[in-house]
């Protein structure tokens, strides 16, 4: 299978693809895919340069181009664009930098610091307070202001274990409770963890937590050889209970395995594991290791991005057959936007030293990329948190229309760029220029457009 992308056409936008079985038509911005002949083809782009080249076109040519006219092929549609607006109703906190494992290829030196010796540290309590009460301010008045709001939104996240600061997270979401219940709209709890839990802090998630992502390296060994505790023993038996729990309770949680050269070739066993072992499970997103972090002083190592490729798509159909959702963050042909994340948008993220980054990944003032990423602080004296505009201002301009390496990209509104803090890690944004990452992802959004393809309804 090849990935090949034609020139891509200003207006409509319109891509040719190649996979074994010929060219395929490709129009992103309508969710418009055909498969097609080089004559067709031919026609079709004619068109779409010049549409008054119909005229000198002959009766099969015209044929085609009316075919695809009255299927939406060259309408013009709005590009996806981003808030601009700083206004948010989410908040994610990273309640601590403290871990209770020590991940081989951990991107944030969880439990160690950051990697440049920073403190171990607990967000103050008045942080996580005024962030919530922000959210609130601005759920109220984006409501008068007719915007439904249904809910808002604490993520705990973390450049550390966010339970290992436990008592923080139960204030955090009582506190919340108590905020939605004054604005009259639910406040919806989701966490990131590795899944060590306790009992009790177990029987608190279920309780209170609406979803649940757990890192966890999909096989037993692996998970121990790559998850180790703080104290070197094995973290297997601890998530494995947490995932069972969670299952029973009916509570929604999603798996984040990280692939490593020496896991590829299990993927589609990870899969055929998780659908034994967890039946509540709700996706398996499978991410290859960036080399950062801890991992560049380990023997991790990305996998090849054709290895990936080819067991991600065996692992696929094992998920297919066993009811298992797989997800790879590079491949989203479902979704058109002009950001990778949030983070041109100003994802408002909280760290524990009450810095705000648009980031998750960068979470440390010595980290040379928080010049880019933090774009705020809450301000002790002020008691509430301030922000820089011109920093929200660049960080706005981090999407894929300014991205001119995209631009010829069938995936440019799905992928947009991938993640700026991977492929921008200390360049600018002129000279972004992809990534090894861009084979994988032009290559599964290929995959989903053909699986698009193939589908029939299923009476048929
Ligand atoms: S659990 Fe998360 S924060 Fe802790 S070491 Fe592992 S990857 Fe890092
Ligand atoms: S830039 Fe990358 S690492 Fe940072 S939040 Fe976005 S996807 Fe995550
Ligand atoms: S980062 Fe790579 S795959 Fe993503 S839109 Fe740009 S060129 Fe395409």
């Known amino acids: 299978m090849s990935a090949a ?12 693809l190649q996979d074994e079985e010929g060219p395929i038509l490709y129009a992103p911005l309508a969710g418009l895919i055909a498969r097609a002949n080089a004559t067709a083809i031919q026609a079709a782009l004619a068109f779409a340069r010049d549409p008054s080249s119909y005229d000198a076109m002959d009766k099969d040519q015209r044929f085609v181009v009316d075919e695809l006219r009255e299927r939406g092929f060259f309408a013009s549609h709005t590009r996806p664009s981003h808030d601009t607006d700083f206004r948010p109703t989410q908040v994610t906190l990273f309640p601590t930098n403290r871990c209770n494992l020590r991940c081989s290829y951990c991107y944030a030196f969880g439990g160690e610091g950051g990697g440049n010796g920073e403190p171990l540290t607990t967000m103050r309590f008045e942080v996580a307070q005024r962030a919530i009460d922000l959210i609130a301010r601005n759920a109220k008045e984006r409501a008068a202001e007719g915007a439904p709001i249904h809910n808002f939104l604490v993520s705990i996240h973390g450049n550390g274990e966010p339970f290992c600061a436990f008592d923080l997270i139960r204030e955090i979401v009582f506190y919340g409770q108590d905020v939605a219940e004054e604005l009259g709209v639910p406040a919806v709890f989701n966490a990131a963890t590795n899944g060590v839990l306790s009992e009790e802090q177990l029987d608190f998630v279920v309780a209170n937590f609406g979803s649940i992502n757990i890192s966890f390296d999909g096989l037993p060994a692996f998970q121990d050889a790559n998850r180790p505790t ?55 997103h499978f991410e290859p290791v960036w080399e950062c972090g801890r ?3 380990s023997s991790n190592a990305m996998p090849s991005s054709k290895v990936f490729i080819k067991r991600y798509l065996e692992a696929l159909a094992v998920g297919q057959e066993r009811g298992v959702r797989l997800v790879y963050s590079g491949a989203r042909q479902d979704m ?30 010595t980290d040379p990329r928080s010049k880019r990423f933090f774009f705020g602080r809450f301000d002790a004296r002020k008691g509430d948190f301030v922000f820089d505009e011109q920093k929200l201002k660049e960080l706005s301009s981090l999407n894929v229309h300014n991205i001119r390496y995209c631009d010829n990209c069938f995936c440019r509104w799905h992928c947009a760029g991938d993640c700026a803090a991977k492929v921008l890690d200390g360049i600018d944004l002129h000279e972004h220029h992809g990534s090894v990452r861009c084979e994988i992802n ?6 989903q457009i053909q699986r698009r393809l193939d589908w029939r309804p299923p009476d048929e």
Do not use: H, W
Not at 354 to 359: E, H, I, P, Q, S
């Open 442 to 447: 032009r290559t599964l959004t290929l995959n």
């Open 336 to 365: 058109l936007v002009d950001s990778f994340c949030k983070v041109s948008s100003g994802s408002f993220t909280v760290t524990p030293t009450g810095d705000v980054t648009a980031c998750y990944e960068v979470s440390y003032a």
């Open 5 to 16: 992308n034609s020139a891509g056409l200003a207006s409509p936008e319109l891509f040719v």
């Open 230 to 284: 703080a104290n070197g023993r094995g973290s297997f038996v601890a998530v494995d209970r947490t995932m069972r729990r969670l299952g029973e309770a009916g509570v929604n949680f999603g798996i984040r395995t990280t692939v490593t050269a020496n896991m590829v070739d299990s993927m589609a066993d990870i899969v055929s594991f998780v659908a034994d072992n967890y039946p509540g499970l709700e996706q398996l």
């Open 295 to 297: 991992c560049k002083k």
